[in-house]
């Protein structure tokens, strides 16, 4: 039986990978990662990647086309970058517009940002989350609190299937 939800993501570090790799998990979902053409890494890149994202940029990217029609629910996860998306992620949202039937957001960041993000992603997307969810980086250091969040998440999306 094919997958109804496909959950996509950008990850510099890779903490917003394991949130997606994990919601996928619970959601017996398909996987993709957007990659992004630019350089990310490192100091330097770091501040580019801000200024980048606060200037709204699209950015060349890889590694999650798809058929999206093919599925019921898209989730998309992004970090917060300079109270934004990342050019990745809104790149992807911005080729996909149009073609998401109901999706749901999330982000991962250290500090702010959660809410402006969360609502920018679906101005950009076309399509008012069914659910949507944030995730800081002190969660990450509570295993125990972080996998309740997620399956909380994860369950709210379920939800939306029937």
């Given at each position: ?94 080729n996909n517009k149009g073609k998401l039937s109901k999706a749901a957001f999330f982000t991962s ?54």
């Open positions: 039986m094919p997958a109804e939800i496909l959950v996509v993501c950008y990850s510099r570090t890779g903490k917003t990978r394991t949130l997606a790799q994990e919601l996928a998990a619970r959601l017996k979902a398909d996987f993709r990662e957007i990659i992004d053409a630019k350089d990310r890494a490192g100091m330097i890149n770091y501040v580019l990647a801000g200024r980048d994202a606060a200037k709204e940029l699209r950015t060349d990217i890889s590694g999650a086309d798809c058929d999206t029609a093919a599925y019921k629910i898209i989730v998309a996860g992004t970090p917060v970058w300079a109270w934004n998306m990342t050019p990745a992620v809104r790149t992807w949202l911005e960041a250290a500090s702010s940002g959660h809410e402006r993000t969360l609502c920018r992603m679906e101005e950009v997307s076309g399509v008012k989350a069914c659910c949507s969810e944030s995730f800081s980086d002190a969660e990450h250091k509570k295993p125990q609190e972080l996998a309740a969040k997620l399956d909380a998440f994860a369950q709210r999306i379920r939800q939306e299937l029937q």
